[in-house]
């Protein structure tokens, strides 16, 4: 099987001597632009070999690579150019990852070597990639596994997890989906370690008893020794690990970090275990995120605000943000039915505030009490 590369040259002739002369060993694409070829390499990749010249109109070749590598950085890419100078090749290594730099005019035996040792190289690349993806999925499968058989109770807990994490991060628009799922999937695979009867008082609301806090709280600490080691996954244990970190800073593990920078898989685990548990004793989704309410000072703002809009049902692109009765602007969009103080709605859950209804609401507070504050959908900017 012939491996696809693709030639980007603004000389024509330079392009058709490259697929006179290298047709017979190679699959030969060209372009005589960098933006056909950003088209090409998008519709008819994936490209093994990138060969570029230096010089071309609007973007040069070291901008083209760069750029292609954002798209797909597997592909092996190569400058050749007649500007054969130092300051250009030391660009060209720092700024796009490039292979080899070559000059014109370039024999092509010479060429067709270099071509050789890129195939060699993507290949390479593409076995250690495939190696690792499956030893990954491997290892992943054998601790869910082993979660399932050793304690059934957290196994089932973190598919509900998984379930939750997922739908809040998609509000968040975050991107390395994978590691939301399987940080969740994870997130108790240290309760293998904890006796049943502990578990079971926590998943049940029952109060723990110092050594048995000491024990369960150990848990995170020991997925993190277990997850550490396996190749990319050095992001989920880090974020198993803060899952009890608390936003303001306490809980554990004890350090320095707050806020934002207690890792993001960290502060979603926060919040969704303690939602979980809270329902699993209520049975109530709005008793439960009530429960999460009384303790904010403990979790993400941002990420109790998707939970909000997951609770409520909210569409998705959209989370839940509180303001008063004075901050009713028109346009809005009611997250939450508006009440007064007997609970009788006064305007619907998914209205569009009008001006009319706007000035109605302010003349009845001033003769009777609104609930505040008002629950309306805030847009998530991607």
């Not at 010479?110 to 195939?119: D, E, R, V, W």
């Not at 690792?132 to 957290?154: C, H, R």
């Not at 806090?213 to 803060?242: Q, S």
């Not at 502060?267 to 309410?293: G, M, N, P, T």
Request: glycine share 4%; net charge neutral.
């Amino acid at each position: 099987m012939k491996h696809k590369i693709l030639m980007v040259d603004d000389e024509k002739n330079i392009l058709n001597a490259f697929q006179r002369n290298l047709r017979g060993d190679f699959e030969v694409v060209v372009a005589d632009s960098p933006e056909l070829a950003i088209n090409i390499f998008k519709e008819k990749g994936p490209f093994a070999v990138i060969v570029s010249d230096y010089r071309m109109p609007k973007m040069n070749g070291i901008e083209l690579l760069s750029l292609l590598k954002k798209i797909d950085e597997s592909a092996i890419r190569i400058i050749l150019t007649g500007q054969a100078d130092m300051e250009t090749a030391i660009k060209a290594v720092n700024e796009g990852s490039i292979f080899r730099f070559l000059t014109k005019p370039c024999e092509y035996d010479f060429l067709k070597a270099t071509l050789n040792s890129a195939i060699e190289q993507y290949e390479l690349v593409q076995a250690e990639k495939t190696l690792l993806e499956k030893t990954l999925k491997g290892s992943i499968k054998v601790l869910i596994d082993l979660l399932a058989v050793t304690n059934p109770l957290a196994f089932n807990q973190s598919l509900r997890l998984r379930a939750l994490a997922k739908n809040i991060a998609d509000r968040l628009n975050v991107k390395n989906m994978w590691e939301v799922e399987i940080a969740s999937m994870l997130s108790q695979i240290g309760c293998i370690t904890i006796p049943t009867e502990i578990f079971n008082k926590v998943l049940s609301g029952i109060d723990l008893n110092d050594k048995e806090i000491g024990i369960f709280m150990r848990h995170p600490k020991f997925a993190y020794d277990l997850l550490i080691n396996i190749p990319r996954l050095e992001d989920v244990a880090t974020g198993i690990y803060y899952q009890n970190k608390n936003y303001d800073g306490t809980g554990f593990p004890v350090d320095e970090l707050k806020g934002k920078s207690i890792p993001f898989l960290g502060r979603l685990l926060r919040v969704i275990i303690d939602y979980d548990l809270h329902f699993e004793k209520l049975k109530s989704k709005d008793d439960a995120f009530s429960q999460i309410k009384k303790n904010v000072s403990c979790y993400d703002p941002d990420i109790i605000k998707a939970l909000e809009a997951e609770v409520l049902s909210v569409e998705r692109g959209f989370i839940v943000r509180e303001i008063t009765l004075k901050e009713l602007m028109t346009g809005m969009v009611l997250a939450d039915d508006i009440k007064n103080e007997n609970g009788i709605t006064l305007v619907a859950k998914n209205f569009e505030i009008s001006d009319v209804i706007k000035t109605r609401l302010l003349n009845y507070a001033k003769v009777s009490k609104i609930i505040e504050p008002i629950k309306i959908l805030d847009f998530i900017k991607p």
